[in-house]
């Protein structure tokens, strides 16, 4: 009975490596179809030409901030030198205990004004609203600290104007034409489209000047190095798969553009949510399919948002465990979702890969790793089944790191040298001996936290891009010009700096 029970084992734990490897093969294959087919396509379509069609919608930059001092000049200088015909950039301090406010104050030359605006979705109370005379549209938002991004979102969210809303992290920045290439599908596709999301890029490394990455180059760090191998595999290699057949279920927190009316329509970012970038997917999936319409989410893997990735392991551990925290307790608040073909693919088959191999995954992964040494302990070794295991978990991960470098390297090319792609091969075959491992058993910490009902959203630190910039800086940049919507008739809220009562209504065109 005894060798009947660990056959059993071995079974369960081979049957579970054999499907995760082989969904990995077929969304590496399917991969390589779809950028293939869309860089054809880029040959006949102007990118720049994008901006100046009938139908390119005006678009509001929302970007959440709390205690980014190391990197929010860096992050508002990229977001205003986007090539884009008409957009804003709605910079939201959440409640910063550090000099982010202050520096912002100082680099942009803010200045507080009155500015109208309707608490459509829900946030804490907004404290002040500044300009600056250097851009027209570029607003800063001062409010109490909500506890959480998607708070001071939404805050955003009240305060812009466009009917697109694009939300990028205060760590990020994004490339120059960025914005016309997520903005395509809306008009390609205006009915349907609901959100895209765009590639995230580790930008570590990387020389950035003035908000931009003038050089694209490797982290130093390894675990940066990790994360740079992971982040092809889920950006290149399961996102463009997932958005392909309709079923994309994450649009990054870090870089994802979205029609306003439907963040309206859903209540905005859910502040009760650890994963609220994931939350707020469902969500739309969720409410238009309730209410049968169309819902496109898609993914574009060409607009590149660089981002500051965790280099240290307290740091890292802590994301990854707040990750699985996140997606378990959004998973379990739509359970009404699951297998639900009214839905979709996103209901019959992204979510349940998502419980299997995101939610279960972890336990089998630490059982299978702990059964080999187990066994050898006990003299009870099943060598077909431990050589196997060893094929399936190690060879075939390394294989699809592999396949994702090669897929990176022949599409967009970023890593050029030799040296470098050198480099990347070597993490991506060593990720499998050790950090991989560690990456389960943070994942398994966020299972259990979250059996444990554990709340919180938790600290990131940042080291910021480089040397802060002179303020001087801030006066020679070029004004971008927008034109500013028609006033709605509708009552709206004056946001009075010197009233505490935020809650006044006037149809007075002088107020407003």
Same mark, same amino acid.
């Given at each position: $009975?005894?060798?009947?029970?660990?056959?059993?084992?071995?079974?369960?734990?081979?049957?579970?490596?054999?499907?995760?490897?082989?969904?990995?093969?077929?969304? @590496?294959? @399917?991969?390589?179809? &779809?950028?293939?087919?869309?860089?054809?396509?880029?040959?006949?379509?102007?990118?720049?030409?994008?901006?100046?069609?009938?139908?390119?919608?005006?678009?509001?930059?929302?970007?959440?901030?709390?205690?980014?001092?190391?990197?929010?000049?860096?992050?508002?200088? *990229?977001?205003?030198?986007?090539?884009?015909?008409?957009?804003?950039?709605?910079?939201?301090?959440?409640?910063?205990?550090?000099?982010?406010?202050?520096?912002?104050?100082?680099?942009?030359?803010?200045?507080?004004?009155?500015?109208?605006?309707?608490?459509?979705?829900? *946030?804490?109370?907004?404290?002040?609203?500044?300009?600056?005379?250097?851009?027209?549209?570029?607003?800063?938002?001062?409010?109490?600290?909500?506890?959480?991004?998607?708070?001071? &979102?939404?805050?955003?969210?009240?305060?812009?104007?466009?009917? @697109?809303v694009c939300v990028v992290d205060a760590d990020s920045l994004l490339d120059q034409?960025?914005?016309?290439?997520?903005?395509?599908?809306?008009?390609?596709?205006?009915?349907?489209?609901?959100?895209?999301?765009?590639?995230?890029?580790?930008?570590?490394?990387?020389?950035?000047?003035?908000?931009?990455?003038?050089?694209?180059?490797?982290?130093?760090?390894?675990?940066?190095?990790?994360?740079?191998?992971?982040?092809?595999?889920?950006?290149? !290699? +399961?996102?463009?798969?997932?958005? /392909?057949?309709?079923?994309?279920?994450?649009?990054?927190?870090?870089?994802?553009?979205?029609?306003?009316?439907?963040?309206?329509?859903?209540?905005?970012?859910?502040?009760?949510?650890?994963?609220?970038?994931?939350?707020?997917?469902?969500?739309?999936?969720?409410? @238009?399919?309730?209410?049968?319409?169309?819902?496109?989410?898609?993914?574009?893997?060409?607009?590149?948002?660089?981002?500051?990735?965790?280099?240290?392991?307290?740091?890292?551990?802590?994301?990854? /465990?707040?990750w699985q925290r996140g997606l378990m307790q959004t998973l379990w608040q739509h359970?009404? !979702?699951?297998?639900?073909?009214?839905?979709?693919?996103?209901?019959?088959?992204?979510?349940?890969? !998502?419980?299997?191999?995101?939610?279960?995954?972890?336990?089998?992964?630490?059982?299978?790793?702990?059964?080999?040494?187990? $066994?050898?302990?006990?003299?009870?070794?099943?060598?077909?089944?431990?050589?196997?295991?060893?094929?399936?978990?190690?060879?075939? +991960?390394?294989?699809?790191?592999?396949?994702?470098?090669?897929?990176?390297?022949?599409?967009?090319?970023?890593?050029?040298?030799?040296?470098?792609?050198?480099?990347?091969?070597?993490?991506?075959? /060593?990720?499998?001996?050790?950090?991989?491992?560690?990456?389960?058993?943070?994942?398994?910490? +966020?299972?259990?936290?979250?059996?444990?009902?554990?709340?919180?959203?938790?600290?990131?630190?940042?080291?910021?891009? +480089?040397?802060?910039?002179?303020?001087?800086?801030?006066?020679?940049?070029?004004?971008?010009?927008?034109?500013?919507?028609?006033?709605?008739?509708?009552? $709206?809220?004056?946001?009075?700096?010197?009233?505490?009562?935020?809650?006044?209504?006037?149809?007075?065109?002088?107020?407003?």
């Amino acid at each position: $009975m005894w060798y009947t029970l660990v056959d059993l084992f071995n079974t369960t734990i081979l049957a579970y490596t054999v499907a995760l490897q082989l969904s990995y093969f077929i969304f @590496l294959a @399917l991969s390589f179809k &779809v950028i293939r087919r869309y860089l054809q396509g880029l040959r006949f379509r102007n990118v720049t030409s994008i901006g100046s069609m009938p139908n390119a919608l005006p678009i509001s930059i929302v970007m959440p901030a709390h205690n980014e001092a190391m990197t929010i000049t860096e992050a508002a200088q *990229s977001m205003l030198r986007l090539q884009y015909p008409q957009f804003e950039v709605v910079l939201v301090n959440d409640g910063s205990s550090d000099r982010t406010l202050e520096l912002l104050i100082e680099f942009f030359r803010l200045e507080k004004v009155y500015r109208a605006w309707r608490p459509e979705v829900t *946030s804490m109370p907004v404290r002040g609203v500044y300009i600056s005379p250097l851009y027209s549209n570029l607003i800063v938002v001062d409010k109490v600290n909500g506890g959480s991004k998607a708070d001071a &979102v939404n805050a955003g969210i009240n305060l812009s104007r466009y009917p @697109l809303v694009c939300v990028v992290d205060a760590d990020s920045l994004l490339d120059q034409d960025a914005l016309m290439r997520v903005a395509r599908l809306y008009i390609e596709d205006p009915e349907s489209t609901v959100g895209v999301g765009g590639l995230v890029r580790v930008a570590n490394g990387c020389e950035i000047k003035d908000g931009r990455v003038v050089k694209v180059r490797l982290p130093k760090e390894p675990l940066a190095m990790f994360q740079n191998v992971e982040y092809f595999r889920a950006f290149l !290699m +399961g996102r463009v798969a997932w958005s /392909a057949i309709d079923a994309l279920l994450i649009i990054s927190g870090a870089f994802g553009l979205f029609r306003r009316d439907h963040l309206v329509k859903v209540g905005g970012y859910k502040s009760s949510s650890i994963g609220e970038d994931f939350e707020l997917v469902l969500a739309l999936r969720r409410k @238009l399919g309730d209410e049968g319409k169309p819902c496109k989410l898609k993914f574009v893997c060409d607009p590149a948002c660089w981002t500051e990735a965790p280099t240290t392991l307290r740091i890292l551990g802590a994301q990854r /465990a707040r990750w699985q925290r996140g997606l378990m307790q959004t998973l379990w608040q739509h359970r009404k !979702m699951w297998f639900n073909p009214r839905y979709g693919a996103a209901g019959m088959v992204a979510i349940p890969y !998502m419980l299997l191999f995101e939610v279960v995954g972890p336990a089998i992964e630490i059982a299978g790793l702990v059964a080999v040494p187990f $066994m050898f302990a006990l003299h009870i070794v099943n060598w077909p089944f431990a050589l196997f295991y060893y094929l399936m978990a190690v060879v075939a +991960g390394i294989f699809v790191s592999i396949g994702a470098l090669v897929l990176e390297e022949v599409s967009y090319g970023k890593y050029p040298r030799l040296r470098d792609i050198l480099r990347l091969a070597w993490y991506s075959v /060593a990720e499998n001996f050790g950090y991989r491992q560690l990456t389960v058993w943070w994942r398994l910490k +966020g299972i259990w936290q979250f059996l444990m009902k554990r709340k919180g959203w938790g600290q990131m630190t940042r080291t910021g891009f +480089g040397p802060p910039p002179a303020k001087a800086k801030a006066f020679a940049m070029t004004p971008v010009e927008v034109t500013p919507p028609a006033p709605t008739p509708e009552p $709206m809220i004056v946001h009075d700096p010197e009233d505490p009562d935020q809650s006044k209504s006037t149809r007075d065109p002088d107020h407003t």
